[in-house]
């Protein structure tokens, strides 16, 4: 994988295991809640990382748009599919997301070189 993939899933990795070496009950169970809700149930895998990706565009949270575009990637997710996701991020979250929509198309970008 490309340089910038490779340093986001180091650091995330790193981190999380020493959040988890000190966390308490309830940050152990909202990790635990976030990775089930993304599990298959009436929505799939696929479904519930593009609605993950919108929300993280909106909400401008870089570290989170990271993490979902590579979960998009792994559910399959293709270039086409990815632009209309964008689309609706943007449209719904206004110009202010545009800063947000050149990185992830860089780090897309990136993802796909592999």
């Known amino acids: 994988m490309g ?13 999380n ?5 000190s966390a308490n009950t309830n940050i152990k169970r909202f990790f635990a809640l976030d990775t089930t809700t993304y599990a298959d149930g009436a929505l799939d895998v696929k479904t519930k990382e593009m ?13 989170c ?4 575009l590579g979960k998009c990637h792994e559910a399959g997710v293709n270039t086409a599919e990815m632009n209309e996701i964008f689309m609706i991020a943007n449209l719904v ?15 897309w970008d990136e993802l796909n070189a592999q």
């Open 65 to 68: 748009i990271k993490y979902h």
């Open 3 to 15: 340089k910038l993939v490779n340093e986001f899933n180091d650091y995330r990795t790193r981190m």
């Open 93 to 107: 979250g206004g110009s202010i997301v545009i800063p947000h929509y050149r990185r992830a198309v860089e780090y």
């Open 17 to 21: 295991d020493r959040i988890m070496e």
């Open 51 to 63: 609605l993950g990706l919108v929300a993280s565009m909106v909400l401008r949270c870089d570290d």
